[in-house]
């Protein structure tokens, strides 16, 4: 199976920057892409950034200019550096992939880490 491990979460003021990490491990063949989505109490879980294998970037309209989405060298570890917070950010942040394990493509996600922006 797939395994996703986030950090990075936790309180701080508006205006403020927090960098997230999501690693991935696990019977992976290939990873499609990974991303970034959130959820707040009585709201679905939104999409906030992917990135592709290729490296494309796609953005929610709310985070563009804020928010970037990165990858790390050995490609299985994504960021999110989230810069001019405010208080709409808060929010459970959740590391997706889209990988095949098995020769079966497959969504996987984390456990969530949680985000607080607040004074």
């Known amino acids: 199976q797939v395994q996703l491990v986030e950090s990075g979460g936790g309180l701080v003021q508006p205006g403020g920057s927090l960098r997230l990490s999501c690693a991935a491990s696990?019977?992976?063949?290939?990873?499609?892409?990974m991303g970034w989505f959130r959820r707040t109490p009585g709201k679905q879980r939104e999409l906030v950034a992917t990135?592709?294998?290729?490296?494309?970037?796609n953005y929610a309209d709310s985070v563009k200019g804020r928010f970037t989405i990165s990858r790390g060298n050995a490609k299985n570890t994504i960021y999110l550096q989230m810069n001019s917070l405010k208080p709409e950010d808060t929010a459970i942040y959740y590391c997706?992939?889209?990988?095949?394990?098995?020769?079966?493509?497959?969504?996987?996600w984390g456990q969530g880490t949680q985000v607080t922006v607040s004074s």
């Open positions: 696990g019977s992976i063949l290939s990873i499609y892409s």
């Open positions: 990135i592709t294998s290729g490296g494309s970037t």
């Open positions: 997706n992939a889209f990988v095949s394990t098995d020769s079966i493509k497959s969504n996987f």
